[in-house]
């Protein structure tokens, strides 16, 4: 399936390439084909920071903002360590009840996708 172009037509014609643009795809096809193969390969996005490369944070430390936090509930939490911005998100607690007086106590949450979901929470 050809891509759409920004007026949302799909390209009707080949794609034509000057001869100076030629010689210098070329070049770089021979340098890279010369080069180091050790290295690790260009990625656009496909881990998380830290851990691959690009797609951002995908773990976080915090204490959430009120007493209980029901199952199926989202809550926010604010990150213990603040290395970016925002420095709270809205969580989801997809397995389990947490007590009344559970206030100021150490939560995991992991984002999936765009979504922050609870993994763990600091015991009693």
């Given at each position: ?30 340098t890279v084909e010369q080069g ?89």
């Amino acid at each position: 399936m050809a891509a759409q172009k920004p007026d949302g037509k799909r390209p009707t014609g080949r794609v034509g390439f000057t001869r100076q643009s030629a010689d210098r795809i070329a070049r770089v096809v021979r340098t890279v084909e010369q080069g180091d193969r050790k290295g690790t390969g260009l990625s656009f996005g496909s881990g998380p920071r830290g851990v691959g490369s690009g797609g951002g944070i995908v773990f976080r430390v915090g204490t959430h903002d009120t007493n209980a936090w029901s199952k199926g509930a989202s809550k926010t939490v604010t990150f213990i360590t603040v290395t970016t911005t925002p420095n709270t998100a809205s969580a989801l607690n997809l397995f389990a009840d947490i007590a009344t007086g559970a206030t100021g106590r150490a939560v995991a949450i992991a984002k999936d996708g765009t979504g922050w979901y609870l993994i763990a929470a600091e015991c009693e």
